[in-house]
T-cell receptor
Framework: GAVVSQHPSWVICKSGTSVKIECRSL??????MFWYRQFPKQSLMLMAT?????????EQGVEKDKFLINHASLTLSTLTVTSAHPEDSSFYIC??????????FGPGTRLTVL | AQKITQTQPGMFVQEKEAVTLDCTYD???????LFWYKQPSSGEMIFLIY??????QNATEGRYSLNFQKARKSANLVISASQLGDSAMYFC????????????FGTGTRLQVTL
């Protein structure tokens, strides 16, 4: 069964609004989660590392004020896309480590900004 | 910085045949992990197989095997007895320190299995 869930699976919003995406680890505690984005027909690019109880670590070129990450509990990390614009339309995927050699991904959230 | 290269944008294979998806990597770190993921049209990333840089034997998981050639810095995925359900995008990825931390992905290979 799935070890990581995401909600919503897809969302359409108007330009200028904010959208929150949830990533939950199921049946285990995740001190670290990762957020990736994937543009159509492209690969996954790491956006940030979400650490439970501390600030997220953002990859170079990712605006931390635009992509707010909160990891308030061991089973939940949220990504909020603030003041979304059409260029933010993408597939957002979270992941977490289960074992040292295994990283499981959530089912992804498809964001479309009109 | 580490880099993953997948040179095959698309591959075709007949059902029940074996297929090899190429992956080369570049890193100066001696400790790293190599992963393969399958992404069907639904978008979900499905973990297939892992190879650690210090592992002596090639990893195998059912119909999947990883042809690890350290000196050539290649980590090709071999799928045996292809099935129609294997049609998907396949991504090679690498993490440093040998643990599943931050992953760097290749550009992917789209595999199409035909009758």
């Amino acid at each position: 069964g799935a070890v990581v869930s995401q909600h919503p699976s897809w969302v359409i919003c108007k330009s200028g609004t904010s959208v929150k995406i949830e990533c939950r680890s199921l049946d285990f505690q995740a001190t670290t989660m990762f957020w990736y984005r994937q543009f159509p027909k492209q690969s996954l690019m790491l956006m940030a590392t979400s650490n439970e109880g501390s600030k997220a670590t953002y990859e170079q070129g990712v605006e931390k004020d635009k992509f707010l990450i909160n990891h308030a509990s061991l089973t939940l990390s949220t990504l909020t896309v603030t003041s979304a614009h059409p260029e933010d339309s993408s597939f957002y995927i979270c992941s977490t480590m289960v074992n040292l050699d295994t990283q499981y991904f959530g089912p992804g959230t498809r964001l479309t900004v009109l | 910085a580490q880099k993953i290269t997948q040179t095959q944008p698309g591959m075709f294979v007949q059902e029940k045949e074996a297929v090899t998806l190429d992956c080369t990597y570049d890193t100066s770190d001696p400790s790293y992990g190599l992963f393969w993921y399958k992404q069907p049209s639904s978008g979900e990333m499905i973990f297939l197989i892992y190879q650690g840089s210090y592992d002596q034997q090639n990893a195998t998981e059912g119909r999947y095997s990883l042809n690890f050639q350290k000196a050539r810095k290649s980590a090709n995925l071999v799928i045996s007895a292809s099935q129609l359900g294997d049609s998907a995008m396949y991504f090679c990825a690498m993490s440093l320190t040998g643990t599943a931390s931050k992953l760097t992905f290749g550009t992917g290979t789209r595999l199409q299995v035909t009758l």
